[in-house]
């Protein structure tokens, strides 16, 4: 199975369609790993931070339940975050295609895609979520082991913990906001992507042009 | 005063008001320590572990009288044994019986997350209901004077209640009733204080103590257990009482302007993306485009 760039997803036949595989089983699985875990303890952690949001809490089992899985699933989502590095180091490495395409982000909002370079296996945008959840969870991890063990350390680390964790979490929530719209409502076909593993040969070149040609050895004129 | 357990004043993390809320004042209660007839004798201790139905806890012995280094989720009243060097280089024993502070601003409350886990009530008393706590420990971290302790067994918080149940049925608490030298005093908060200064007048006038005085923190807006000091201008002689302790920074941060900024900006987030597939819609690439794309070039993807 592919593990980034290094190896190329196979292009499946014609008969299929023209489909590309995108997302290996391990990377798909991985994703919802992590996902549910994030999820989990973003419901939670909402719960612990504003008593109009602690319905959140009651529908996962009530506060102490809650309170004991949100830490555990929290390691989940940073061992998860970190085989998701593992995998997706290579990709993920900020590179001047995706400058160039930053500088044009303004089109990509607008919804003008023909005016956007040509990008590899993710964009600048993707990229960025991705380094926010991975050092948003190592700040999440530190911090939520200050505020687990809470009465083993002195008060001006008790403090910073709590800040950190909030701090690092809106970053996150940021990020997870703009992460379940793109890829559920607005760019069609990433969610199929994600569980299925593959999009069409028009969807990759479309969106991902250099990465389309890397893996089908052809260029493309778009 | 026996009916001021029943109205709650402040309750941790509950939407909407407080039930108690336009309750009729209500006399506060306060109980009054004064370190300088104290003997150490730990009555208090024996005291309050036998109303509150704890064994005793195993002791721990560093060559001092000291029973255990702090209080613990069953030990709620802990004498702290602190040896002083006098400016004339004679020793003094500093007696402080240390508790839950009963503070009337409690960090501890303003950092719980659960509904009702922690209530003032109207007579002043903070106290922790068992039932709604969720064992997060935060109040550890909103109290400046270390007190809440949590529990492994039942994963709850525990600490001092002031005897809530002995108070609301008229009675003093535990440990005022078994104190052999009436160092410890229990009544409405201005009686108290009105003894209390009237003590560290007597010291400064009579016993040569001229920094006696009262230690009740403004910046917790006083507490429910005040203290006589010999030397009000250093309270951290006594065991670590904190000088000028506060609900402290982070936690006021966090529960002022941190909660308003990150529920702005998470509204915010949503409303933003909704805006967007509102003007912009999503990016739909067809299927379609693409075979005629490939009929044009003959078959070629």
Redesign the interface.
């Known amino acids: 199975m592919s593990t980034g760039q290094t190896i190329s997803p196979t292009l499946t036949t014609e008969s299929r369609g023209g489909r590309i595989l995108r997302y290996t089983f391990s990377e798909r699985l991985n994703h919802w790993i992590t996902g549910f875990a994030y999820t989990y303890c973003l419901a939670t952690g909402l719960a612990f931070w504003s008593p109009y949001l602690f319905w959140m809490a009651t529908i996962v089992g009530g506060g102490p339940t809650a309170r004991f899985w949100h830490p555990w699933l929290g390691l989940i989502y940073v061992a998860g975050s970190i085989w998701m590095l593992k995998m997706w180091l290579p990709d993920m490495t900020i590179t001047d295609a995706d400058r160039a395409w930053q500088k044009s982000v303004k089109y990509y909002v607008e919804n003008q895609d023909d005016k956007l370079p040509a990008i590899g296996r993710f964009n600048w945008g993707q990229k960025i979520f991705f380094w926010v959840m991975f050092w948003g969870g190592i700040l999440l991890l530190f911090s939520g082991l200050g505020l687990w063990f809470v009465e083993s350390i002195p008060a001006w680390l008790r403090h910073l913990s709590i800040v950190v964790h909030v701090v690092a979490a809106l970053a996150t929530i940021g990020g997870f906001i703009i992460h379940i719209y793109m890829g559920t409502a607005m760019v069609r076909g990433g969610f199929t992507s994600i569980v299925r593993g593959e999009v069409s040969t028009e969807w990759a070149r479309h969106h991902h042009r250099l990465w389309y040609e890397k893996v089908t050895g052809q260029k493309s004129d778009r | 005063m026996s009916q001021g357990t029943l109205q709650i004043r402040k309750i941790s ?3 909407g008001p407080v039930p108690g809320a336009n309750v009729e004042r209500a006399e506060q209660v306060c109980k009054m320590i004064d370190t300088t007839t104290c003997i150490g004798c730990k009555a208090c201790e024996v005291a309050c572990l036998e109303w509150n139905g704890y064994s005793f806890s195993e002791t721990h012995f560093d060559n001092s009288y000291q029973t255990m280094p702090e209080t613990q989720w069953n030990y709620w009243n802990l004498i702290k044994f602190n040896e002083h060097e006098r400016d004339d280089g004679s020793m003094m024993l500093l007696m402080r019986k240390d508790q839950c502070m009963h503070c009337a601003d409690p960090g501890c409350l303003r950092a719980c ?3 009702g886990a922690i209530v003032q009530y109207s007579n002043g008393i903070v106290d922790f209901q068992q039932q ?7 109040c ?2 909103g109290c400046p004077f ?1 007190i809440p ?2 529990n492994p067994t039942t ?1 709850k918080m525990f600490k001092c209640t002031l005897c809530s149940d002995r108070v609301s049925e008229g009675l003093e608490p535990a440990c005022i009733k078994a104190c052999p030298t009436g160092c410890l005093h229990f009544g409405t908060k201005d009686d108290m204080v009105g003894i209390a200064e009237g003590r560290a007048k007597q010291l400064r006038d009579h016993f040569g103590f001229d920094k006696a005085g009262v230690y009740d923190p403004p910046g917790v807006g006083g507490t429910g257990v005040i203290y006589v000091l010999h030397d009000a201008t250093n309270p951290e002689a006594y065991g670590g009482l904190p000088k000028d302790p506060h609900v ?4 006021r ?2 529960k002022g302007p ?2 308003w900024i ?2 702005l ?2 509204v915010g ?2 409303l ?2 909704c805006l ?2 509102l003007r ?8 379609q ?2 075979k005629e ?2 009929d044009d070039r003959g078959g ?2």
């Open positions: 993390g509950h939407p997350p659960a509904d709604n706590c969720i064992g997060c420990g935060y550890v971290s270390d302790k949590f994963k402290p920074l982070m936690v941060l966090w941190a909660k990150g529920n900006a998470m987030g949503v933003g993306v967007h597939y912009f819609g999503p990016k739909i690439v067809r299927e485009e693409d794309r490939r070629r993807p």
